[in-house]
């Protein structure tokens, strides 16, 4: 975890916010990012990640600790003098105005001539190709269209910095795509700085420039979103990004990045130990179900592989998705690509499986 | 349609259904069943409206113009008035007394008089009593013709003569034969078609008097003399030359020679007869006032509820010293919207916190702003008394503090001040509740939204949470508004003089004076108010614009 | 078409259940209305609990005599009267008889008649104002006041009221013409004999408002008989007027600083009438109930609860004392020699006829 830099455009430090005096909802965060980041709090729900968005917006106060926006501490600064833009869960368009009068309004009370500001709609409008809709009311507007007006309302006052709440969540899959897709865009065309909250992990993955997960309270991983998936630093990263198959054991040894796990069934596999130092120390192995091999021509010798009965074959199309029994457990997925000399396994197969010894990562239990 | 057993007729003729009636009469049939059956689910509730709600102000409309109390009471003499110059200034002719006699001695009989002496009197003072009295008199003022016709031959004492005369041959035979002890019915009177002829008034006015010993005294009519009333008819007929000569039936000895002496009776002019019971009977206003109320309909009560009176020349303005309606309206609809401002000065804060409070503490606090409901009206309104008088609490507060001093205590109660104060007190729930319960759905994220979107906190609530809560406020201000308009009880017992309602002279003509036609005048004058003041909010603020919550 | 059944009958039900109501006179009940409170319970104690103890019938009290004429009237309109006796004051009944919503009852037919064999009609006298009503009780308006709030003077004329330099303070008086009007014109140099003569001009209702208007914004005006005895309780008015009764309860009862003015108290009546419109039954119910409630005794018993006057001449010397309190009620009644040095009798005739029109110019000048 970074400390705030001096650089740092955004920065948490040390921030803790309990709303009933016995439970922290948030607890010691620290983070900070550069102008122009596009940066994601993912995380289950009830794991903090709105509180810090509100606590940013300064809608909620911290309880301890400072947030500093461009340097300067901002704990102090009532909301609506800090600048910053806010696209909402609900979109929070104003009813009883009309889309150009939602859109007028942040620059209304900024004092704005009246020809400026309507260029200024204008230009937002066309920025959401909703160029049209100036003179409906929000009421009239699909949920699409009122997300559109709602990004563009938050930026018409051209904020440095765009807060978003989980502001695809009411819409349908193709839909969020599609806007995913024009929001990380307007972002960077922009270069605003954005703070995105989302449950969902793809729109995560695929929007951010990094991504913070949070549970419990803490940032558990801040990191790109390859390397989220890829390098998950704990057990609850891993099994909350992606898909994951976990085996459990205890560690028999550890050399050159190298250890030795006894699965709890009798069985050893190699594994990268990530967060597990001690010989004995209990772990959980994450290997991403894409990263595993049964064609033994593709395993190299020394690996070591696991006896394994296929429970369950499924065509999906692009993969194929086999449910195993791997040692004593039988939820082990595994994925494999479509291709024309893939073999499709059947229900009551014996095979062996293997992987990579840094695919596997032994991580905390 | 690719449906075997379903033509493809869309091109030559209606879409027909499966059993070959057109699709549209088997769909509208359909429809009205369910329609029927939807009305019987409802009709309990529509019968229970149209009793309780539609009818009453329909009987309400139908009173204040209603008036056919003076025509049904008096028909002959608002009759003979019809011809009568009531812009001159000489009275009534003779006959229409003589009529008037008739009329009242059979409201007398009838026991009407007083009732018909009542409703004119809110018209014309003195009227009441000058009917009752007459209704006394009354029955004085023939006799002179019965004496002269009983003097003439002892014949005319007796009922059974004239049921004998009077009557029909057949039914004389069945009413003597009638035992009155015995359950079966009296034997309906029937004029004798030949005396009807002859003495037309007479019969006349003797089948009306069978017909009320008859059916309302339900006495034996063999057995009962006839009224005064009658032996004046009898003289009348007699001395307009009817040919009682060729009259061959029974007593028609006596008929002659009455018709002869008839002649030489000493006459009674019914005028002088009524001055002499009551000097009113002289005056032009009494006969005045009879011919205007002499139609069935009147717009007399929606005059008198406008500070107007319906006079001879047509529509008059009172005077000042009687003028009362008007200005009650005005203060009514003033107060009233007094009471509506405080309502919602005091209730939108509340509905505010209750609304942003968490539930368990905004459904305690719910209880607060209900608990004046589950105490009586009375109690609550006289508890004001002891508060707001000035040796009350609030004054004896306000003295100790110093901030008035003991010999110049705040008059709070007995004026406006004291029925602004109680009944926005009364009704500051009927604020809260709808405001409450919009506001319960205004999203804080409005809020938030539109203070990250640079507001300060007033222009986040005025631009952005108050325009949104306006339908409650609507909803409240209707309610509030409206039940304040029809209030009584409140304001007659903190309003003094001057905070009383136009409610609390309703009430009074309901309750106290009677004066009902009065009381559905200005009721409906009221509502006619409420009304127009709903077409016009729908104009201005648009109805659609009201919300109850939700 | 089963719901439609199921409706039918369940209107069917309701209907009948609503006539049952309707006519939910049982054999041996009666409905008697009257005004409630302190005056109820005299009437419970001195006739309808000896009545019912009498017959076996249950009388069921209503105290809706404040509104009895026009729930009368509504009843007779909706041809549903469930009142059997029903108490006013004489004005009322007066009103009610004019309506035709009283039954005229013969005194002397169908009253007790006096122990002394008196015919009632004797022993009431000019108490029988209408053929509908027979009196029970002659109760006084008069004036209480605040004996500590009268200095060393207190007053000893009504014309006290209007004097407020010598009792300076509030007046609780009647929000009506009937009464104040004429008081009014009594102080305003008018002649007792003369005073109705007087009012029934309108330069005489304009003096009577005149002299009002001299102490109108020195007035507390009620419309409850229990406003005053609150007022005056309180000290919220130096001297108010209402009901001797009510007066006698704050002065005995409650012992509050208050003491009787009865110079120029007004009397009237208080009694019963019976409704038309009563089956034979219920009619010969109610009059028996009359008969037992108004002979000598029954009256007399009455002011050992409340301090106010048989009506009957003959009642006068049976008297006794309260109940509770053990007092002679005699020197409390309005009727009282002592008391009634000078009086007036509620004009019925005058303000049947005046009250529509003064109470109108009344109404108007309040508003002004």
């Not at chain 1, 062996?352 to 990562?361: A, H, K, S, T």
């Not at chain 2, 059974?160 to 002890?181: F, P, R, T, Y």
């Not at chain 2, 503490?361 to 702003?369: G, Q, R, S, Y």
């Not at chain 2, 309003?495 to 409610?503: L, W």
Request: net charge negative; aromatic share 8%; hydrophobic share 40%.
């Amino acid at each position: 975890m970074d400390n705030a830099s001096d650089e740092a455009f955004v920065a948490f430090e040390r921030v803790q916010k309990s709303y009933d005096g016995e439970n922290l909802v948030v607890k010691d965060l620290n983070l900070s990012l550069p102008k122009g980041e596009f940066l994601t709090m993912l995380g289950p729900s009830g794991s903090g990640k709105t509180t810090c968005l509100m606590m940013l917006a300064g809608f909620e106060t911290a309880t301890h600790g400072d947030i500093l926006l461009d340097g300067k501490s901002i704990n102090n600064i009532p909301p609506h003098k800090r600048g910053i833009g806010m696209v909402f869960q609900n979109y929070a368009l104003f009813p009883h105005m009309t889309v150009a009068e939602n859109l007028s309004f942040p620059l209304e009370v900024r004092g704005m001539g009246k020809s400026e500001r309507e260029e200024k709609v204008k230009r937002a409008l066309d920025m959401v190709q909703m160029g049209d809709f100036g003179g409906r009311r929000p009421a009239q507007l699909s949920g699409g269209q009122q997300q559109r007006i709602a990004l563009s309302r938050a930026l018409v006052f051209e904020p440095e910095l765009v807060l978003m709440d989980e502001p695809l969540g009411a819409l349908d899959k193709q839909l969020r795509e599609t806007l995913q897709f024009e929001i990380t865009n307007l972002a960077h065309e922009l270069g605003i700085t954005t703070v995105y909250v989302t449950h969902d992990q793809t729109e995560a993955l695929t929007m951010s420039d990094r991504v913070a997960v949070f549970d419990d309270g803490r940032i558990q991983q801040l990191a790109p979103p390859d390397k989220l998936y890829e390098e998950p630093e704990n057990s609850f990263v891993a099994q909350f990004i992606g898909e994951n198959n976990t085996l459990e054991g205890v560690i028999k040894e550890i050399n050159n990045d190298v250890a030795l796990v006894e699965l709890d069934g009798g069985a050893v596999i190699d594994a990268k130990p990530i967060n597990v130092t001690t010989v004995g120390e209990r772990t959980r192995v994450s290997i991403r179900p894409e990263r595993v091999e049964y064609n033994k021509d593709r395993l190299s010798a020394d690996a070591h592989t696991l006896k394994a009965e296929v429970l369950e074959f499924i065509y999906m199309g692009d993969i194929f998705r086999t449910r195993l029994r791997v040692a004593g457990k039988d939820d082990f997925v595994i994925k494999t690509r479509n291709a024309p000399d893939q073999t499709r396994l059947k229900p009551g197969e014996q095979i062996e499986i293997g992987w990579l010894p840094q695919d596997c990562r032994a991580l905390d239990a | 349609m690719t449906s075997s057993t379903a033509p493809d007729t869309a091109n030559d003729g209606p879409m027909l259904a499966a059993d070959g009636r057109t699709l549209k009469s088997s769909l509208n049939r359909a429809l009205r069943r369910s329609k029927l059956r939807a009305l019987m689910l409802i009709a309990p509730l529509l019968i229970f409206v149209l009793l309780t709600f539609i009818a009453p102000i329909a009987d309400m409309l139908f009173r204040s113009v209603e008036n056919q109390i003076v025509s049904d009471t008096l028909p002959r003499t608002t009759q003979a008035l019809a011809d009568w110059d009531a812009g001159g200034d000489a009275l009534p002719e003779d006959s229409t007394y003589r009529e008037l006699y008739r009329d009242i001695f059979l409201a007398k009989e009838r026991k009407l008089h007083t009732r018909l002496g009542s409703r004119l009197n809110y018209e014309l003072t003195g009227v009441s009593s000058l009917f009752r009295k007459s209704g006394r008199k009354v029955e004085d003022m023939g006799e002179v013709y019965q004496d002269q016709f009983e003097d003439l031959d002892g014949f005319w004492k007796q009922g059974e003569n004239w049921n004998a005369l009077m009557g029909d041959a057949d039914w004389l035979a069945a009413q003597n034969a009638w035992d009155d002890k015995s359950d079966t019915a009296q034997p309906q009177f029937v004029a004798s078609g030949a005396v009807s002829t002859l003495l037309p008034l007479t019969a006349e006015m003797f089948t009306l008097y069978a017909d009320f010993v008859q059916n309302e005294d339900e006495d034996n009519l063999a057995k009962e003399d006839p009224w005064a009333l009658i032996y004046s008819a009898l003289h009348q007929d007699l001395t307009s030359g009817a040919g009682v000569a060729s009259y061959a039936g029974p007593g028609a000895a006596e008929l002659q020679a009455a018709a002869a002496a008839a002649g030489d009776f000493e006459t009674v002019v019914f005028r002088e007869a009524f001055e002499d019971v009551d000097e009113d009977w002289g005056s032009l206003d009494v006969w005045q006032t009879l011919k205007v109320y002499s139609p069935n309909f009147t717009s007399g009560y929606f005059l008198n509820s406008i500070d107007m009176q319906k006079t001879i020349d047509g529509p008059e303005m009172r005077d000042d010293n009687e003028q009362i309606y008007l200005k009650l309206f005005m203060r009514t609809l003033f107060m009233s919207l007094v009471i509506t401002g405080s309502c919602i000065l005091l209730g939108y804060p509340v509905g505010y916190m209750l609304a942003n409070l968490p539930a368990k503490t905004a459904n305690l606090l719910m209880i607060l702003v209900l608990l004046p409901f589950w105490t009586s009206l009375l109690v609550r309104t006289s508890a004001w008394k002891v508060m707001l008088q000035q040796q009350g609490v609030v004054n004896d507060t306000l003295v100790w503090l110093g901030v008035v001093a003991d010999d110049s205590r705040l008059a709070l109660i007995n004026n406006q001040t004291g029925t602004i104060i109680a009944m926005t007190h009364i009704l500051l729930p009927f604020m809260i509740l709808p405001l409450y319960s919009v506001m319960k759905t205004i999203p804080p994220s409005y809020t938030r939204a539109a203070k990250s979107l640079g507001a300060t906190n007033w222009t986040a609530f005025w631009r952005v949470y108050f325009p949104q809560s306006v339908p409650g406020i609507g909803a409240g201000s209707i309610l509030v508004f409206i039940l304040s308009i029809g209030y009584y009880i409140t304001p007659e017992i903190v309003g003094g003089t001057t905070g009383t309602f136009i409610s609390n002279r309703i009430a009074y003509h309901i309750s106290s004076s009677l004066n009902w036609g009065l009381a559905a005048a200005l009721g409906a004058i009221l509502l006619a108010v409420v009304l127009g003041l709903y077409w016009a909010y729908d104009r201005i603020v648009g109805i659609d614009n009201v919300k109850l919550g939700g | 078409m089963k719901l439609a059944k199921t409706l039918m009958a369940s209107t069917a039900l309701t209907v009948a259940a609503g006539m049952v109501a309707a006519d939910g006179h049982m054999a041996n009940e009666m409905t008697i209305v009257s005004w409630g409170g302190a005056y109820s319970n005299s009437q419970q104690q001195a006739y309808h609990n000896p009545y019912m103890e009498k017959t076996g019938v249950t009388i069921i009290n209503d105290e809706s005599s404040a509104e009895a004429v026009a729930k009368l009237r509504a009843m007779n309109e909706a041809g549903n009267v469930t009142w059997d006796v029903v108490d006013v004051v004489a004005a009322d009944a007066i009103r009610l008889c004019d309506e035709g919503l009283a039954m005229e009852i013969d005194a002397d037919e169908q009253l007790a008649a006096a122990p002394d064999g008196t015919p009632a009609s004797e022993d009431f006298g000019d108490l029988l104002v209408s053929d509908c009503f027979i009196p029970q009780i002659v109760y006084s308006t008069t004036f209480g006041y605040r004996t500590d709030m009268v200095g060393d003077t207190p007053p000893t004329s009504v014309c006290a009221v209007f004097d407020t330099e010598a009792y300076p303070g509030k007046r609780a008086l009647e929000k009506r013409p009937i009464n104040n009007m004429e008081w009014a014109l009594l102080c305003d140099g008018v002649a007792k004999d003369d005073v109705y003569d007087v009012l029934e001009t309108e330069e005489g209702q304009q003096q009577a408002l005149d002299k009002l208007a001299t102490i109108k914004d020195d007035v507390i005006w009620w419309s409850a008989g229990a406003d005053t005895p609150q007022l005056l309780a309180d000290g919220e008015v130096v001297m108010g007027s209402t009901y001797n009764g009510r007066l006698f309860s704050v002065i005995e009862e409650q012992k509050q600083p208050v003491a009787m003015l009865w110079d120029a108290q007004v009397f009237d009546l208080d009694g019963w009438i019976i409704p038309t419109g009563l089956s034979d039954e219920r009619k010969a119910r109610a009059l028996d109930y009359i008969m037992f409630a108004t002979d000598t005794q029954r009256l007399a018993d009455q002011a050992k609860y409340i301090s106010y006057g048989p009506a009957r001449a003959s009642s006068a010397p049976l008297v006794g004392q309260h109940a509770d309190l053990g007092i002679d009620m005699a020197p409390h009644m309005p009727t009282d020699p002592e008391n009634a040095k000078n009086t007036f009798l509620y004009n019925y005739e005058f303000w049947a006829d005046y009250r529509d029109d003064i109470d109108a110019k009344f109404q108007a000048w309040l508003a002004q």
